[in-house]
Nanobody, 123 residues
């Protein structure tokens, strides 16, 4: 299983970005969850959002609910994180991860991780 995350960039406050996570190695028999985590300098890794492959149920951290949207394109085996109304507190390295726990934001529940993509929100 491999995850390749991308899309991070420098963006001004109030702006938008879309992160992508290309997933490979799972089969259609696998029910798995893809999550987005982020880690800012000096802070612990925190879960942002996740989506289940079985029913496309989505979950969001309180800090991003209403601003971020997670989605998947099964034809492209890609999960997206659309981030709107970004603010400096959203600055962090963002990682996608895949595991088998539905709706979990607990990092040890995830077996596979992308390499991370940097998001900086600054004027």
């Amino acid at each position: 299983v491999q995850l390749l995350d991308s899309g991070g960039s420098l963006v001004q406050p109030g702006g938008s970005l879309r992160l992508s996570c290309a997933v490979s190695g799972f089969t259609w028999l696998d029910y798995y969850t893809v999550a987005w985590f982020r880690q800012a300098p000096g802070k612990e890794r925190e879960g942002v959002s996740c989506i289940d492959s079985k029913d496309d149920k989505t979950y969001y951290a309180a800090s991003v609910k209403g601003r971020f949207t997670v989605s998947r394109d099964n034809a492209k085996n890609t999960v997206y994180l659309q981030m709107n109304t970004l603010n400096p507190d959203d600055t962090a390295d963002y990682y996608c991860a895949a595991g088998y726990y539905s709706g979990s934001f607990y990092p040890p529940h995830y077996d596979y991780w992308g390499q991370g993509t940097q998001v900086t929100v600054s004027s």
